[in-house]
C-alpha cells in the first residue's frame, strides 16, 4: 500500500482507482506496441489497438471512447493491410519472389536466437541474399537485396504511422475524456 501511496503521490495518480490504473495499462501497452513496431519483436500494432481497446472497455469516459476505438481498429487494419500489399506490390515489380523473402523471413528467425538484438536483421539480410544468389547469381544478388530491404523497411514505416496514428487518436480521446 506504501508503494501505491509513492507512486500516487509523484505522478498524481491515484492507482487504487481502476480507471486510472486502466489508463496507465493501455498507455504502456500503447508505448510497448510502438517499440514492437520499431524492433519487430513484439506485435507492436496488435499491442497498440489493444490497449485501446482496453481503456474502451474498462476505461472511465464517455461515449467517445469508442468513436476512438473505432478510429484505432481502422488504423490498425488499414496499416496491416496497406503494410502488405504496398510493399508486396514493389517486390513483384522488381522481380523478388516470395521464396527469397520466406528464406530471409527463416534464416531471419534463426539469427534472431543466435546473435541477440542484431541477429533478426543480419539473418534476413543473409537469407535473401543467398537465395537471390542462387537464383540469380553474384552480380544481381545485391540489387535484388536491396529491393527487399527497402520493401521491408517501407512495411515498418507503414505500420509505424498507423501505430503512432493510434497513438494520437488514444491521446486525443484521453484529453476529451
Not at 509523484?10 to 510497448?32: F, K, M, Q, R, W
Not at 528464406?103 to 531471419?108: D, R, S, Y
Amino acid at each position: 500500500m506504501a508503494r501505491l501511496a509513492v507512486a500516487e503521490e509523484n505522478t498524481g495518480v491515484d492507482l487504487s482507482d481502476t480507471e486510472s490504473t486502466v489508463t496507465v495499462l493501455a498507455g504502456l501497452a500503447i508505448v510497448v506496441g510502438i517499440a514492437g513496431v520499431i524492433v519487430p519483436i513484439l506485435p507492436g500494432l496488435l499491442l497498440c489497438w489493444a490497449g485501446v481497446l482496453a481503456w474502451a472497455m474498462f476505461g472511465g469516459g464517455g461515449w467517445g471512447k469508442w468513436v476512438v476505438l473505432a478510429v484505432a481498429t481502422l488504423l490498425a487494419i488499414a496499416g496491416t493491410l496497406v503494410k502488405y500489399l504496398w510493399p508486396g506490390r514493389q517486390l513483384k515489380r522488381a522481380g523478388v519472389p516470395n521464396t527469397t523473402l520466406l528464406a530471409g523471413g527463416v534464416l531471419g528467425i534463426a539469427g534472431f536466437f543466435l546473435i541477440p538484438l542484431v541477429g533478426l536483421v543480419a539473418g534476413f539480410v543473409l537469407g535473401v541474399w543467398l537465395a537471390e544468389r542462387a537464383r540469380l547469381g553474384e552480380g544481381q544478388a545485391w540489387p535484388s537485396t536491396k529491393h527487399a530491404l527497402k520493401a521491408v523497411g517501407l512495411s515498418m514505416l507503414i505500420e509505424l504511422f498507423a501505430a503512432l496514428g493510434i497513438a494520437g487518436a488514444w491521446l486525443i480521446g484521453l484529453a476529451a475524456a
